[in-house]
């Protein structure tokens, strides 16, 4: 009798375990965590031609031309890349049909910027330059400087104090390599939908010289007419005080001009 009981004890336990193993082979495996979101890294620019009235190192009217692009690379990063182009000719008095050269600046800046927590930020330059007017022939910069973000969803405002080291090659003794102290400013205001307004101020000063410095004034605004084209009204001031004798140290310049964005 013990033995049929033991044998009727494990029929039963074999039976419970078996469709417990089964379930366990045919149940499918959890899903792996998914990875955390990234923010997209989309790239976004505009493309700016206009007529330009220059003032200061020459008095005559332009065109320009100016392309600006931007993707971050994190979600508190982003590259800033932009390139602009004037030139301008007049012909001298008394010879109508001989056109002169005179304005012909050629710049390119490549921005790293970072910002950190809610107020702070960091930001990498190199720039080039080339301006024959000015006789510059070419100007290397790299630049660095962190500071403040302040301001709202409407208006940012940012201060970043930092150096410069800068390599130039001009037509007179002012070469070679220098180190410049300063401060960077810039302001972005939405004023309505399709009003924006932008600023941005530049001072620099040599270490070794303090005669040697230049400053840098840009305001835009820009207005909306489809979500592709808006108009651009523009103002830029330039400063440089050891340029060559013959050459007018301001230089300004008021533009007028279409806004493609991609």
């Not at 320009?64 to 004037?86: C, H, I, M, N, W």
């Not at 500071?147 to 970043?160: I, P, T």
């Not at 102290?181 to 004023?191: F, H, Q, R, V």
Request: charged share 20%.
């Amino acid at each position: 009798m013990r033995p049929a009981l033991g044998y009727c004890a494990a029929a039963i336990i074999v039976a419970a375990l078996a469709p417990a193993e089964a379930r366990a082979q045919t149940t499918p495996a959890p899903a792996p965590a998914a990875a955390p979101a990234t923010p997209p890294r989309t790239f976004s620019g505009s493309a700016t031609v206009g007529a330009s009235l220059e003032t200061g190192r020459t008095d005559q009217t332009g065109v320009q031309v100016q392309f600006e692009g931007k993707r971050p690379y994190s979600a508190t990063g982003l590259f800033d890349v932009t390139f602009g182009y004037v030139h301008a000719t007049a012909a001298p008095p008394g010879d109508a049909t001989l056109r002169q050269t005179v304005a012909d600046r050629l710049t390119a800046t490549f921005d790293v910027e970072q910002n950190f927590r809610t107020r702070l930020v960091m930001m990498l330059r190199a720039q080039a330059l080339r301006d024959p007017v000015a006789q510059i022939r070419y100007r290397i910069a790299e630049g660095a400087g962190f500071g403040v973000r302040l301001g709202g969803r409407r208006m940012q405002m940012r201060l970043l104090p930092g150096v410069a080291f800068l390599n130039d090659d001009m037509d007179t003794i002012y070469v070679g390599f220098k180190i410049h102290y300063g401060l960077y400013e810039d302001i972005t205001a939405t004023i309505t939908p399709a009003w924006t307004f932008s600023h941005y101020l530049s001072v620099s000063r040599n270490f070794s010289d303090s005669q040697d410095y230049i400053i840098n004034i840009d305001a835009k605004l820009t207005g909306a007419v489809t979500r592709r084209l808006a108009i651009q009204l523009s103002y830029q001031y330039n400063f440089e005080k050891r340029l060559p004798p013959t050459v007018e140290p301001d230089y300004q310049k008021t533009m007028a001009g279409l806004q493609i964005n991609f």
